[in-house]
């Protein structure tokens, strides 16, 4: 494993981390007794991406870590995934494209 794939791995699991915590956080905001009923809907809609995007991070640290010899294209998956998640995600699903796993043999 080069030294950027691991850095990838560190920054994803930090990107996995403040996926959490946005979610734990837009959660609460919506069990707060001053929150509108009427804006519910939109800030569940976010809570569920996401949600979707903790899903495809985890499952990918998951490959990554347990399965080094199977993660390119989960990683290259995933990567796709993350240019939709922006500002982050986009800049890391940039990243894992550009350098990640150039090593591994299709």
Do not use: H
């Not at 791995?9 to 707060?32: E, P």
């Amino acid at each position: 494993m080069s030294k950027a794939d691991k850095t990838y791995t560190v920054v994803l699991a930090v990107l996995a981390y403040i996926s959490l915590v946005s979610i734990i956080t837009l959660w609460a905001i919506t069990r707060s007794p001053n929150f509108r009923q009427d804006g519910r809907w939109a800030i569940e809609m976010v809570i569920a991406t996401q949600a979707c995007f903790l899903l495809c991070e985890v499952v990918a640290l998951f490959v990554r870590v347990m399965f080094p010899a199977s993660r390119k294209w989960p990683t290259i998956a995933l990567n796709i995934v993350l240019l939709l998640s922006f500002p982050l995600g986009t800049a890391i699903g940039a990243y894992g494209l550009w350098k990640i796993d150039k090593s591994i043999p299709a």
